[in-house]
T-cell receptor, first 112, second 109 residues
């Protein structure tokens, strides 16, 4: 069975600073990997996804993520955070692009 | 364009009352549809998914049920709500990754 761990429950970052959110997964083969963002009281929006190919994936809103098979990781990064990036971020893994397992989420607070 | 609608946005229901949450999609046909629940401080739990009309797969035993009476309609129901049914319910459809609805915040009191 697949599983996802997001080690950081909450991260606070200054506006303009870089951001990295960690995601570790457990799965026996090459997984499908996703990052979603959720603003308060809203549904989830897909930021980016990895199925195969280039291990550095570009997404929307200036985010990118890197798949590292040796570390079973799919960390999300953004070079310069904006106040609007304050939200909850979820990493997800699956054997395909449905029936995903989601991590518990990381809440990002952006301070001025 | 492809859109997903979910309602109501918020709902407060007494214990033992029935529940019906509706999700509809537009701009697509024969979508794979999903119901997820998000409890406070936790990730998302897949409750049900459907690959077609009348086809429902349940992922976890619970007090809830799902139905798909039409191609683009997915309904989550309960005959008698429990306190533990409180949470944020999200409908989603598969489009190379999920597209989620805006969710329903259910509080059972």
């Amino acid at each position: 069975a697949q599983s996802v761990t997001q080690p950081d429950i909450h991260i606070t970052v200054s506006e303009g600073a870089s951001l990295e959110l960690r995601c570790n997964y457990s799965y026996g083969a090459t997984p499908y990997l996703f990052w979603y963002v959720q603003s308060p009281g809203q549904g989830l929006q897909l930021l980016l996804k990895y199925f195969s190919g280039d291990t550095l994936v570009q997404g929307i809103k200036g985010f990118e993520a890197e798949f590292k098979r040796s570390q079973s990781s799919f960390n999300l990064r953004k070079p310069s955070v904006h106040w609007s990036d304050a939200a909850e971020y979820f990493c997800a893994v699956g054997a395909n692009d449905y029936k995903l397992s989601f991590g518990a989420g990381t809440t990002v607070t952006v301070r001025a | 364009s492809q859109t997903i609608h979910q309602w109501p946005a918020t709902l407060v229901q007494p214990v033992g009352s029935p529940l019906s949450l509706e999700c509809t999609v537009e701009g697509t046909s024969n979508p794979n549809l999903y119901w997820y629940r998000q409890a406070a401080g936790r990730g998302l739990q897949l409750l049900f998914y459907s690959v077609g009309i009348g086809q429902i797969s349940s992922e976890v035993p619970q007090n809830l049920s799902a139905s798909r009476p039409q191609d683009r309609q997915f309904i989550l129901s309960s005959k008698k709500l429990l306190l533990s049914d409180s949470g944020f319910y999200l409908c989603a459809w598969l489009t190379g990754g999920y597209t989620f609805g805006s969710g329903t915040r259910l509080t059972v009191v």
